[in-house]
């Protein structure tokens, strides 16, 4: 059984918080959510058993003490260079040196692991979400560069600029991600210098998911950070997050995805020295601006508003016995010397890299990072081909429970999706044709909108591209909420349409043991976050309402989940035998998330606790609303501008179409090459059904209904034909058809001048005020020759249109 439960107050606490500091026009949903269930994630982590030996402690302080040393006794301070600007003896020199760490068995387990495992737990809160961001990591990379250089003295930690590859069309691609650098970014890490790296901490393997979600530093972030003159301005909590250093720092976690996506496994992978070498890069660069404008950076601490008190000035830094203000002494920052960044001019096109361009057809040349196919000659695969990339990579899971990793304690549970047409996509280029004219100033799709609002000012990734693809990938979530876990994974939908929807399938931790309780939200690759409705299944129809997303799990009945993958399919989609049509439950999925761009705040207490379902249902007379109506540039306004004479046709009170009022009906004359158009008469619409057995032939003649026959059965069947959908009736539509001897009997080409767009009065019973779009049949009517027609037909005339009704087809050839 699954239930919806309130938000846990600690953590509807932070997002509150979050709405006081942040603006979904300004950050991104994903980034809000990302950033309050860290806060969560390393007390989860600190239960589980993590804490640093007094032997991990003095190693720490003594690798301190070293890099102090160090420069008293004019040791040459450290240089650090982009990754790819260093020679490949000095790469090489680098990743042996971390692999040397990685053997080091001087500390438990490791002495990198011991090293990164201090990025986890209680200090999570010391290092992040405070003004001490900088400093802490500052500190945090001189111990660990001090003890790579005790394996190599001429080893320093170099900085990877993720802004050189943000400019790239697709950075997954970039040469970052191949074995020359930090091995492959997709899933496990098999190759590269860092292949198999072990995670003690959960007994796994080193993971990455790069560009699944999140985004790298861009030069606009960068000039926007460098912009402000005071370190209040750009450290958390008041600093906004277009000049906020650390949340455009967590993006980067983000989009790497696997370890550094959790803080507390983040520094698992060395790549999170890479990063936050560039963070310390841009930090001091920012400082040394102050210096020119006059600013004393060592006391440019901010006195109040720095976050929770584990950022006060004089609180413990975590190190020796360090303050929160000492790390920002010039004493430390003059250990490190930062070579620029690699930069180009139209008249110095050359970025000083092999693995770097020069990209000189922007109106700022900037350097961009080379492909790995640019410079190994890799291609990509059949499938990257004809699917693009990122539809058709795959979310790595460690399945890590409580630090354990195993499929089989995971559970499976069916997740809805419903996507509105996002607010940028408008272009489809699938134009209507009228009279043989196609209308390019509209289109197929976009004659139906939303009756609802949109934000069009919805804060996404800069990195997001609108692009004309049809397929929008939808992410889906889960981070346990009395376990320690988190599972990720996307379903795609088509986008053209103004409603679309599908069904993924999530992981959890199984029930059986004990209940789970579990957090589950949606974004668009984008970053936009989808709103969360739980199905109610105390109101008869079963009705979803908006909820927190924190569910409960448990073995009771019904089941509502799948011991594992197999299971929730099934769960979902059930078939008697193997080759019948597969069919789905009637409320398969207890969640369903609503993409809706509508710029709500998905975790507003007051929108969840309401409770929206009526107690009294409308009475069964009355319309509802719709949500869709046709859009203002649709194909009826189009034949307007196609000089076509056309009034609106007014509506009767009474009458029971609910999207009548949106359209306007036309009729034709009957001289149809002059291409006029004569509104609608005045009335109530007629409708009325035209048997066409005796032009088919089909059944025989004894089983003919007349025309009058016919519209009697539809006027007593009309509410069930245009109501609720019910299944045909069980008759006998056809008979036997000789196949073989149809395509031995010639067929007869129509006269030269025959018009096939109308039927003749006495073949087909038609109005013949009214057009069919198609024939009625493929033979010609003045022949004698038996009408043998693919199917039978149900015309309806709706206001003099005809529109065809195919009961059963059963085209050969």
């Given at each position: ?5 309130h ?30 269930m ?14 640093v030996t007094?032997?991990t ?8 003490r ?15 260079k982009?990754?790819?600007?260093l ?42 979400f ?12 001189l111990?660990i ?5 005790l ?31 930090l ?27 790069i ?99 584990n ?9 020796a ?10 004493y ?11 930069t180009?001019?139209?008249t ?15 109106s700022?040349?900037?350097c ?9 000659g890799?291609?990509?695969s ?27 304690k ?38 139906i909108?939303?009756n609802?609002t ?16 049809v ?8 981070y ?7 599972y ?36 668009d690759?984008?970053g ?17 309402s908006p ?41 398969p ?19 969840q ?9 409308l ?7 719709p949500?869709l109506?046709?859009?203002?540039g ?8 196609m ?8 509506v009767g ?41 005796s ?40 008979m ?33 005020g ?10 010609v ?18 206001n ?7 009961v ?6």
């Open positions: 059984m699954i239930q919806k439960l938000m846990p107050d600690g953590l509807q606490s932070y997002f509150n918080k979050a709405k006081v500091q942040h603006n979904i026009s300004d950050i991104t949903g994903e980034q809000i959510f990302w950033e309050c860290q806060r969560v994630m390393w007390q989860m982590a600190e239960e589980m058993g993590h804490n007094r032997e402690r003095d190693y720490l302080d003594n690798m301190l070293l890099a102090v040393d160090s420069v008293a006794s004019k040791i040459p301070r450290r240089i650090r982009e990754y790819r600007m020679t490949d003896e000095e790469r090489d020199r680098f990743h042996k040196a971390v692999r040397a760490l990685k053997q080091d068995t001087t500390l438990e387990p490791n002495v990198y692991t011991a090293i990164a495992e201090l990025h986890a737990g209680d200090i999570i809160p010391m290092a992040h405070g003004a001490s961001f900088p400093g802490w990591h500052r500190i945090f990379l111990i560069e001090t003890a790579l250089r394996k190599d003295p001429a080893v320093s930690i170099p900085y990877w600029a993720s802004n050189l590859d943000a400019e790239m069309e697709d950075p997954t691609k970039s040469i970052i991600w191949s074995d020359r650098f091995g492959n970014g997709d899933g496990f890490v098999t190759t590269g210098p860092f292949a198999d790296f072990k995670i003690y901490s959960m007994d796994s393997f080193l993971t990455r998911n560009g699944s979600s999140g985004s790298l530093m861009t030069n606009e972030g960068i000039h926007n950070i460098l912009s402000r003159n005071h370190t209040a301005q750009i450290v958390s909590p008041d600093a906004p997050h277009k000049y906020n250093l650390e949340l455009q720092h967590n993006t980067v976690h983000v989009w790497i995805g696997g370890n550094m996506e959790d803080l507390s496994t983040s520094a698992e992978d060395p790549i999170f020295f890479l990063h936050h070498s560039f963070v310390d890069y841009l930090w001091e660069d920012f400082r040394t601006r102050q210096k020119v404008m006059g600013i004393d950076p060592e006391t440019d601490y901010p006195t109040e508003n720095y976050g929770s008190e950022h006060a000035p004089e609180s413990a830094l975590g190190f016995d360090l303050r929160n203000i000492d790390a920002l002494s010039n430390l920052a003059d250990m490190v010397h930062y070579e620029e960044i690699p180009c001019t139209r110095r096109p050359t970025c000083d890299s092999k693995y770097l361009r020069c990209d000189v057809t922007r700022y040349p900037v961009v990072s080379l492909s790995r196919e640019e410079v190994e890799e291609t990509g059949d499938a990257d081909i004809c699917v693009e990339a990122q539809l058709t990579r795959a979310v790595q899971n460690t399945f890590a429970i409580n630090q354990y990793c195993d499929i089989r995971w559970a499976y549970i069916p997740v809805n999706i419903v996507l509105q047409r996002p607010p940028e996509f408008s272009n489809y280029k699938a134009y209507p044709v009228f009279n043989n004219r196609p209308v390019k100033t509209a289109d197929v799709f976009s004659t909108s939303i609802k949109i934000s069009k000012s919805l804060a996404a990734y800069p990195n997001c591209k609108f692009t004309s693809s397929a929008r990938k939808i992410y889906v979530e889960s346990g909420l009395n376990y320690y876990g988190k990720k994974d996307f379903t795609i939908l088509d986008q053209r349409h103004a409603l679309s929807s599908a069904t993924t399938y999530l992981g959890v931790k199984s029930p059986e043991s004990n209940f789970t309780d579990v957090i589950v939200y949606a974004f690759y984008c936009r976050t989808c709103r969360p409705f739980c199905l109610d299944r105390s109101t008869n129809p079963p009705k979803s909820c927190s997303g924190v569910i409960r799990i448990t073995p009771d009945l019904p089941k509502m989940y799948g011991d594992n993958y197999a299971g929730a399919v099934n769960g979902v989609w059930s078939a008697e035998h193997a080759d019948d049509l597969p069919e789905v439950a009637s409320h999925a207890f969640i369903t998330f609503y993409c809706d761009y509508s710029g709500v705040w998905p975790w507003d207490h007051e929108i606790s309401k409770n929206k379902i009526r107690k009294n249902p009475p069964k007379q009355r319309s509802v609303k949500i109506r046709e859009a203002s649709s194909i009826t306004n189009v034949v307007f501008k000089k076509a004479r056309k009034k609106q046709n007014q009170p009474n009458s029971s179409n609910i999207l009548r009022k949106h359209s306007k009906p036309f009729t034709t004359n009957k001289n149809f090459r002059k291409q006029t158009v004569t509104p609608a008469p005045k009335r109530k619409p007629k409708i009325m059904l035209i048997d066409l057995s032009v088919t032939t089909r059944p025989p003649r004894n089983n003919k209904q007349g025309p009058t026959q016919g519209r009697s059965n539809f006027d007593n069947n009309r509410r069930n034909m245009f109501g609720r959908r019910q299944s045909l009736p069980n008759k006998r539509l056809f036997h058809r000789n196949i073989f001897q149809e395509f031995q009997t010639p067929r007869m080409t129509p006269n030269r001048g025959a018009n096939r767009f109308r039927f003749q009065d006495n073949n087909c019973r038609l109005n013949p009214c057009y069919l779009p198609v024939p009625c049949s493929p033979c009517y003045k022949s004698r020759q038996r009408c043998r027609a693919p199917s039978r037909l149900i015309a309806v005339c709706v003099g249109l005809f529109m065809l009704e195919p059963i087809f059963n085209f050969m050839g």
